[in-house]
């Protein structure tokens, strides 16, 4: 039998942080295996949120409380925070919505397209934007007084989910770099949606300088490109045949262009495994980046844009590698 958890109040600040981080864990990870059922409105985010923060108000965190939105901010006042990165310099600060009629109107607005029907068998470039833009939406709002990050996660993360595609937000949380790189692009965002809602002029003042300071660097779309790939994708590239085309028979083409491949490079190389094995694994990577893309036919198409992307990739990672994000006092996990 485990012992009844210390009380958070009677712990620094950094053991109530640690403390918080291993409950939330804990239910984060069961949202993996058994998410909410719901329909991706209000309802459905507060019960992400309610099931990720609930062991909280029962370990001493008097002033969380799971499933519920924040109360309105009074009017004159902004919801800002001040934003600490780990590889740049000095305080960031973003502005979010006062939570008052308005805003929630503004989330059931941007939830309608939180639809998985809708979002399913967009390309990729086209469904990133999209999520990005529900994510953006339901960041400004940040309808919940904390832990708006994880629940955005989780929930963006089964919705893409339900629309055919795996999203990778933990591949952000790896580094320094990674993570900071993603509160910028999140942070522009918002900061653009908040500007014409501000109230104080202290406020808009230590958002523009942020704004300023932000600029340049990549915007949520273009990130979540690094992040965001159909199931069928996925499945390709980890799962044998077989099951594959059990789970995505719309791989079919795919694998009918392997099969052509192998019977090409076998006549064209008789007696040279080791050729027809590259052969064969070029085809394949070909045909992965245009399954990443969300194509599904057409393989033998796309080769120049695809060494066209090869060729700017060393530069864009080295762009992000020099992109280097700002510290500060908050930072939602």
Do not use: C
């Not at 291993?22 to 949120?49: C, I, M, S």
């Not at 099951?243 to 028979?249: G, N, Q, S």
């Not at 085809?283 to 057409?298: C, F, I, K």
């Amino acid at each position: 039998m485990q012992n009844k958890p210390t009380a958070a109040n009677a712990l620094t600040a950094e053991q109530r942080q640690q403390l918080e981080a291993d409950y939330t864990f804990k239910r984060v990870v069961e949202l993996e295996l058994d998410p909410v059922r719901g329909n991706f409105d209000a309802a459905h985010l507060k019960e992400v949120n309610r099931r990720i923060f609930q062991d909280l108000p029962g370990a001493g965190f008097d002033d969380v409380t799971p499933g519920e939105f924040r109360k309105p901010v009074a009017d004159g006042l902004d919801w800002m925070k001040q934003r600490g990165l780990s590889t740049v310099d000095g305080p960031f600060y973003v502005a979010y919505s006062r939570m008052d009629g308005a805003a929630t109107a503004r989330l059931d607005k941007a939830l309608e397209a939180a639809n998985p029907d809708e979002l399913r068998g967009l390309k990729t470039p086209e469904f990133t934007a999209r999520l990005a833009k529900i994510y953006t939406e339901l960041d400004y709002v940040h309808p919940f007084s904390d832990g708006n990050s994880r629940t955005l996660r989780t929930f963006t993360k089964q919705l893409a989910k339900d629309a055919g595609y795996e999203v990778d937000w933990e591949r952000f949380g790896r580094s320094d770099v990674g993570r900071d790189l993603l509160y910028i692009a999140r942070d522009r965002s918002v900061n653009e949606l908040a500007k014409p809602h501000v109230q104080h002029e202290n406020t808009m003042r230590k958002i523009l300088h942020t704004q300023d300071r932000l600029e340049g660097n990549r915007a949520l779309p273009d990130l979540l490109r690094d992040a965001a790939r159909p199931s069928r994708a996925v499945a390709f590239e980890q799962m044998s045949e077989r099951e594959a085309l059990k789970e995505h028979p719309e791989l079919q083409e795919a694998y009918k262009t392997m099969h052509t491949a192998a019977a090409y490079f076998a006549s064209k190389m008789p007696g040279k495994p080791e050729a027809q094995e590259a052969g064969i694994q070029s085809v394949m990577s070909h045909v992965q980046t245009r399954l990443n893309a969300g194509e599904t036919a057409d393989f033998s198409r796309g080769r120049e844009q695809e060494k066209q992307q090869k060729q700017e990739q060393p530069e864009r990672q080295t762009l992000q590698q020099q992109q280097r994000p700002e510290p500060g006092p908050e930072r939602e996990r």
